[in-house]
Structures are given as structure tokens and as C-alpha cells.
């Protein structure tokens, strides 16, 4: 099953900085439209040993198929989860070592390869970076948090949906000639 997959932290560094949030939903595979609800793991309600085990339990770390990550620059969220684990004593989580769909790559194509500005703010209605995060959380306006996270998780379900209805046209003109392609050549 695909999942929306997204996590908010403390920081940039996961040795020193922790997760705040796991937040995750999945998505239809075709459409990319969402199948169930967001669920929003907050450390504030427990602790982020607890929000780490929970992910783990729906993540399904012995079934590739079962949590198909599906994220934007999930690299990000592949290194904290992995040393948060180890930091909590618990067995690190690859979400990176089977099925997943980062859009931030089609997100730099969109940009004509260009990294800077391929951001999901920059690309979506999106308002602002998460950055402000990390102050609202030192302020504890959780509720701030939280509506960030559902709009982020909006715009990004919009964009991959967008994606979805956009990439199998493309394919059919590549196919169909419309779009120049330059096939491998095939030595035998």
C-alpha cells in the first residue's frame, strides 16, 4: 500500500535533534488520492520512543509491500528515522530499502534540473517552509503544528495527484512519437 510519509523535527541533525511528529496516509495507488485519514503521531502526547514504535507497527519493517513510503526528499526522514531508532534503544527502520516514490526528483525536473527552488512550498500552494516549526514547538503552540502538518500533507497529495493524471498522458506521447526520446541502444 502507498503512504503518504512525513515527519517534522526538532533540528536539521538526527543525533542531536529529535522527531516531533510522524505523520502518514495512504493513498490510492492509481489516483494518488487519499484512502484513509492522516494520522499525526505527536511526541508531545507521549514521547518519541512511543511515536517511533507506533510508526513501526503500521510501517511493517519484514513486508516491502505493506508501507510504501511516498514522500518529498525522503531522504530526510530515511536518516532521522534510522538514528532516532538507534537513539531509543530500538531496531532502526529503513524505509529506503524497498518500494518508494520521492516526487522531489520530479520536482527538480520540473525546475529544469535546478535543486534551489524545487522546494514543495516553492512548488505548491504551500505558504512557507517547515522552519518555523521548531520555534512554534520551543513555544509549544501544538495546534499551529498540527495545521501546518494538514496543510503540508494537502498540498502534497494535490501535487501527487496532479502527477498521477499528468505522467501516463506523457508516457503516450513519448510512445506515440510526440515527444522526441533517445532510446539506449541495445548491442547484442
Same mark, same amino acid.
Given at each position: 500500500m502507498n503512504y503518504y510519509l512525513d515527519i517534522e523535527t526538532t533540528g536539521l541533525d538526527p543525533l542531536h535533534?529529535?522527531?516531533?511528529? /510522524?505523520? @502518514?496516509?495512504e493513498l490510492e495507488r492509481n489516483t494518488g488520492k487519499p484512502v484513509g485519514p492522516l494520522k499525526i503521531l505527536k511526541e508531545w502526547e507521549s514521547d518519541e520512543k512511543t511515536i517511533l514504535k507506533r510508526f513501526i507497527e503500521d510501517f511493517v519493517p519484514g513486508n516491502q509491500w505493506a508501507f510504501i513510503p511516498i514522500g518529498f526528499n525522503l531522504q530526510f526522514e530515511?536518516? !532521522? $528515522?534510522?538514528?532516532?531508532? /538507534? %537513539?531509543?534503544? $530500538?531496531?532502526?527502520?529503513? /524505509? *529506503? #530499502?524497498?518500494? &518508494? *516514490?520521492? $516526487?522531489?526528483?520530479?520536482?527538480? $525536473?520540473? #525546475?529544469k534540473g535546478e535543486f534551489k527552488g524545487a522546494s514543495l512550498h516553492?512548488?505548491? #500552494? =504551500?505558504?512557507? %517552509?517547515?522552519?518555523?516549526?521548531?520555534?512554534? @514547538?520551543? +513555544? =509549544?503552540?501544538?495546534?499551529? /503544528? +498540527? %495545521? @501546518?502538518? =494538514?496543510? +503540508?500533507?494537502?498540498? !502534497?497529495?494535490? &501535487?501527487n495527484v496532479r502527477l498521477c493524471e499528468e505522467m501516463p498522458p506523457l508516457l503516450e506521447r513519448i510512445e506515440d512519437g510526440e515527444v522526441k526520446v533517445y532510446k539506449r541502444r541495445e548491442d547484442n
Open positions: 535533534s529529535k522527531i516531533i511528529t /510522524i505523520q @502518514y496516509m530515511h536518516k !532521522f $528515522l534510522w538514528q532516532r531508532c /538507534i %537513539s531509543n534503544g $530500538l531496531q532502526p527502520v529503513d /524505509i *529506503l #530499502n524497498g518500494p &518508494f *516514490l520521492d $516526487l522531489k526528483t520530479v520536482a527538480v $525536473l520540473m #525546475n516553492k512548488m505548491t #500552494n =504551500k505558504p512557507h %517552509s517547515g522552519a518555523i516549526v521548531v520555534q512554534w @514547538y520551543d +513555544e =509549544k503552540k501544538y495546534a499551529e /503544528i +498540527e %495545521s @501546518y502538518i =494538514k496543510t +503540508e500533507a494537502d498540498e !502534497f497529495v494535490n &501535487f
